[in-house]
Antibody
Framework: QEQLQQWGAGLLKPSETLSLSCAEY????????WAWIRQPPGKGLEWMGH???????IYNVSLQSRVTITVDPFKKQFSLNLRSLTAADTAVYYC???????????WGEGTTVTVSS | EFVLTQSPGTLSLSPGERATLSCRAS???????LAWYQQKPGQAPRLLLY???SRATGIPDRFRGYGSGTEYTLTITRLEPEDFAVYYC??????????FGGGTKVEIK
């Protein structure tokens, strides 16, 4: 059964860069796209962007000046960088697989990221 | 701007009752691009339905979805204790590529 395992630093300071990675286990990295979604405390889900196997990424317009998603199909991993952090970036960050049915069927367990001086 | 509006914000029901959750799109969408998720506290969302009405692997048949155009509905025919959670609808489109609704919390009355 496919699983996504994610990792990265959870406590960062304003202006720093968030770096998270996500790896697929138990599968063939066969998703249509690979996505990052975040959820501020007590709030709903926000799609940040996604990338295909070829490295072509699409980003949320509200974040696209600060966000980069990359993929390494050989390692079955993809990564998120978010620059110039502020307290508003405090959230749980999830990685997820996007299927050909345009939905996210496998999710990572989430990484809590706190931005505080 | 494309928006998904979920209602009600909170639904207070008892186990065994029927839950009806609404997701309204700001413009007509293809049903095949509408999905529903369940999220419990401290957990990642779980895919329930895709294509508006197709259940994901392992999802019990008390979860039913339907709709077209701008109006979509998730129905839980008989609430089980484990169904009390927050539910999100999601659209996959072009601009923006992915949109989530604001969520509906189903709580125990």
């Amino acid at each position: 059964q496919e699983q996504l395992q994610q990792w990265g630093a959870g406590l960062l300071k304003p202006s720093e860069t968030l770096s998270l990675s996500c790896a697929e286990y138990g599968g063939s990295f066969s998703g249509d796209y690979w996505a990052w979604i975040r959820q501020p405390p007590g709030k709903g889900l926000e799609w940040m962007g996604h990338i295909n196997h070829g490295g072509s990424a699409i980003y949320n317009v509200s974040l696209q000046s600060r966000v980069t998603i990359t993929v390494d199909p050989f390692k079955k991993q993809f990564s998120l960088n978010l620059r110039s952090l502020t307290a508003a970036d405090t959230a749980v960050y999830y990685c997820a697989r996007v299927t050909v049915f345009h939905c996210m069927d496998v999710w990572g367990e989430g990484t809590t990221v706190t931005v505080s001086s | 701007e494309f928006v998904l509006t979920q209602s009600p914000g909170t639904l207070s029901l008892s186990p065994g009752e029927r839950a009806t959750l609404s997701c309204r799109a700001s413009q007509s969408i293809a049903f095949s691009f509408l999905a529903w998720y369940q999220q419990k506290p401290g957990q990642a969302p779980r895919l329930l339905l895709y294509g508006a009405s197709s259940r994901a692997t392992g999802i019990p048949d008390r979860f039913r979805g339907y709709g077209s155009g701008t109006e979509y509905t998730l129905t839980i025919t008989r609430l089980e204790p484990e169904d009390f959670a927050v539910y999100y609808c999601q659209h996959y489109g072009t601009s923006p590529p992915v949109t989530f609704g604001g969520g509906t919390k189903v709580e125990i009355k």
